[in-house]
């Protein structure tokens, strides 16, 4: 890190350690450089032992000169870029277009059409699959294998959104920096060729299912408000969705049997969560949630209060020198844990949501000698829905 650095705009070298960097010909300078509002060109700023024609050590390595803004307890220093920079491999690259063909394949198979490689009229859009759907349902399908800042994310999920369309972030990592930064699933590791071969891809987070129970004697765990006993009372929370694939993700998102819920606030904290549910275990949340889906305020972050000591500026490069300085490690973003509804209209009757729904498939029609795979879970078959689709009895339970 240094405590110095080149501007590349307006071709002037800035000192960190100065209120007004050193240049007070330049007033705005701060809030171009860092912050919310800042410039998001990745060659704005460049060491300054590069700069004045010398070889930083970042580019001996082979690496790049360029460098951002952090800050730190000691004030605010500049980093390259990419010491630990995560590069695009050949075979990521593969497993990129692989989903992206996967998705079509997925959605044409089901009769929605898909584009790929879509872009808006002013180009400032670019969605890698569309798939469109039924009463005017627009899916933007964004397979993302490589790392992605939250702010990227959020900028492409907001243009997607200014053009109809509503963002379906797709990773195979648990600690993608995209998770519950706008809607998204996640599917398990798997090879770009199992991908390319059709085999089925288990969608593993950010699909859920609403879960009613009564905290009684029966509750194999305490109440989860006041954490010991069992209060008598319903709760309410969303858990992980299992054994649904990836080509059926595709059909119920774009067919609007799947919607996604924006919660703005995690009881106990600030975090806030998207998640995908059945459109009936929506619409039954919205029912009984008492204020899971307020407006929450916007608070910025507060700025970090450092003594910053003035120093002369420093034209060396300082890339790979010991600081004592280490990057926390990068946190699981999908834990896999429930959501716990926090609070829960207190003039509702839950009793009826806890009562099991059958379905009497005694007839003879519900019956094919010929299996095929169940429209839910992807499973064989003999039997068949009231429309005559291939469906395993709890599957259609299930989707009531």
Same mark, same amino acid.
């Given at each position: 890190?240094?405590?110095?650095?080149?501007?590349?705009?307006?071709?002037?070298?800035?000192?960190?350690?100065?209120?007004?960097?050193?240049?007070?010909?330049?007033?705005?300078?701060?809030?171009?450089?860092?912050?919310?509002?800042?410039?998001?060109?990745?060659?704005?700023?460049?060491?300054?032992?590069?700069?004045?024609?010398?070889?930083?050590?970042?580019?001996?390595?082979?690496?790049?000169?360029?460098?951002?803004?952090?800050?730190?307890?000691?004030?605010?220093?500049?980093?390259?870029?990419?010491?630990?920079?995560?590069?695009?491999?050949?075979?990521?690259?593969?497993?990129?277009?692989?989903?992206?063909?996967?998705?079509?394949?997925?959605?044409?198979?089901?009769?929605?059409?898909?584009?790929?490689?879509?872009? %808006?009229?002013?180009? /400032?859009?670019?969605?890698?699959?569309? &798939?469109? $759907?039924?009463?005017?349902? *627009?899916?933007? #399908?964004? +397979?993302?294998?490589?790392?992605?800042?939250?702010?990227?994310?959020?900028?492409?999920?907001?243009?997607?959104?200014?053009?109809?369309?509503?963002?379906?972030?797709?990773?195979?990592?648990?600690?993608?920096?995209?998770?519950?930064?706008?809607?998204?699933?996640?599917?398990?590791?798997?090879?770009?060729?199992?991908?390319?071969?059709?085999?089925?891809?288990?969608?593993?987070?950010?699909?859920?299912?609403?879960?009613?129970?009564?905290?009684?004697?029966?509750?194999?765990?305490?109440?989860?408000?006041?954490?010991?006993?069992?209060?008598?009372?319903?709760?309410?929370?969303?858990?992980?969705?299992?054994?649904?694939?990836?080509?059926?993700?595709?059909?119920?998102?774009? %067919?609007?049997?799947? /919607?996604?819920?924006?919660?703005?606030? &995690?009881? $106990?904290?600030?975090?806030? *969560?998207?998640? #995908?549910? +059945?459109?009936?275990?929506?619409?039954?949340?919205?029912?009984?949630?008492?204020?899971?889906?307020?407006?929450?305020?916007?608070?910025?972050?507060?700025?970090?209060?450092?003594?910053?000591?003035?120093?002369?500026?420093?034209?060396?490069?300082?890339?790979?020198?010991?600081?004592?300085?280490?990057?926390?490690?990068?946190?699981?973003?999908?834990?896999?844990?429930?959501?716990?509804?926090?609070?829960?209209?207190?003039?509702?009757?839950?009793?009826?949501?806890?009562?099991?729904?059958?379905?009497?498939?005694?007839?003879?029609?519900?019956?094919?000698?010929?299996?095929?795979?169940?429209?839910?879970?992807?499973?064989?078959?003999?039997?068949?829905?009231?429309?005559?689709?291939?469906?395993?009895?709890?599957?259609?339970?299930?989707?009531?």
């Amino acid at each position: 890190m240094a405590s110095s650095v080149f501007c590349t705009r307006y071709g002037i070298e800035l000192n960190l350690t100065l209120p007004d960097l050193g240049q007070p010909g330049f007033p705005d300078l701060w809030s171009e450089i860092y912050g919310d509002d800042a410039d998001p060109d990745r060659e704005l700023l460049q060491c300054i032992q590069s700069a004045r024609g010398l070889p930083c050590n970042s580019e001996a390595e082979g690496k790049s000169p360029y460098m951002y803004i952090q800050q730190r307890a000691c004030g605010p220093v500049a980093v390259h870029r990419n010491p630990g920079k995560h590069e695009v491999t050949p075979a990521e690259s593969d497993e990129h277009k692989a989903l992206k063909e996967r998705i079509c394949k997925d959605a044409e198979a089901v009769g929605f059409a898909a584009d790929v490689e879509s872009r %808006s009229v002013d180009g /400032r859009r670019r969605t890698d699959v569309i &798939v469109d $759907g039924l009463n005017g349902i *627009r899916i933007g #399908w964004e +397979p993302q294998m490589s790392k992605l800042g939250r702010r990227a994310v959020e900028r492409r999920t907001e243009l997607a959104k200014r053009d109809g369309l509503t963002s379906m972030w797709l990773t195979k990592s648990a600690k993608a920096e995209l998770i519950n930064r706008a809607p998204w699933s996640r599917i398990k590791e798997t090879p770009w060729r199992e991908i390319v071969a059709g085999d089925p891809l288990d969608i593993v987070g950010g699909v859920n299912q609403l879960d009613i129970w009564r905290c009684d004697i029966s509750s194999v765990l305490p109440c989860p408000v006041s954490r010991y006993g069992r209060c008598g009372k319903f709760h309410a929370q969303w858990l992980p969705a299992h054994n649904l694939l990836l080509n059926k993700l595709v059909e119920f998102t774009a %067919s609007g049997e799947y /919607r996604v819920l924006h919660v703005k606030r &995690v009881a $106990g904290s600030r975090a806030e *969560r998207y998640l #995908w549910a +059945p459109r009936r275990e929506l619409d039954r949340y919205y029912e009984i949630a008492a204020d899971e889906t307020e407006e929450v305020e916007q608070v910025a972050p507060e700025p970090v209060e450092a003594e910053v000591r003035e120093r002369p500026l420093d034209t060396s490069c300082r890339y790979g020198e010991e600081t004592g300085f280490r990057a926390p490690p990068t946190p699981i973003r999908d834990t896999g844990l429930a959501l716990a509804i926090a609070h829960l209209r207190p003039d509702l009757d839950l009793r009826t949501a806890t009562e099991p729904k059958m379905l009497n498939w005694t007839d003879r029609s519900h019956w094919s000698a010929d299996p095929q795979p169940c429209v839910s879970c992807n499973g064989l078959t003999n039997l068949r829905d009231s429309t005559g689709r291939p469906a395993h009895k709890v599957c259609a339970e299930a989707r009531l």
